[in-house]
């Protein structure tokens, strides 16, 4: 079977939490059912917050009956090897620097995601 390749698009972070939340969940079921897939997770515009130290920890939203931190999702992601990309073009918008990024983070220009998608990878987003 040819490889599957996905890129998942977040363009959201504090403003739309539950968006956030959907594509961590859809990212983490993709690779816990088929671990041989390539996922990669672009944060563009707002999302790039979510690769700043100590945002996502203090994100938590009600889900299926519980309550969800998104940090311990974002960290469930690196823990199944999937790529986080930052756009460098929003970090300072956002007070992001090399310093204050989250381990596991790779930070790229705007032009990569579309690498990715010349790549073959199928590009993914919610809007909820």
């Keep these: 079977m040819d490889q599957r390749k996905y890129v ?3 363009s959201h972070a504090t403003t739309n939490p539950m968006e956030v939340l959907g594509i961590m969940k859809i990212a983490s079921n ?5 671990d041989d897939i390539d996922l990669a997770v672009f944060l563009i515009g707002e999302g790039v917050q979510l690769a700043k130290k100590g945002v996502v920890e203090n994100i ?15 960290e469930l992601l690196i823990d199944f090897d999937v790529k986080l990309y930052v756009c460098h073009a929003f970090m300072p ?3 992001l620097t ?4 989250i381990e596991g983070v790779e930070v790229k220009s705007s032009s ?11 590009p993914f987003s919610l809007n909820i």
């Design 8 to 10: 998942f698009v977040l």
């Design 30 to 34: 993709m690779k816990a059912f088929a």
């Design 60 to 74: 938590s939203i009600e889900f299926e009956g519980k309550q969800v931190n998104l940090g311990e999702m974002l």
């Design 93 to 95: 918008g956002f007070g």
């Design 98 to 101: 090399a310093e204050n990024l």
């Design 112 to 122: 990569y995601l579309g690498e990715l998608l010349l790549q073959g990878y199928t």
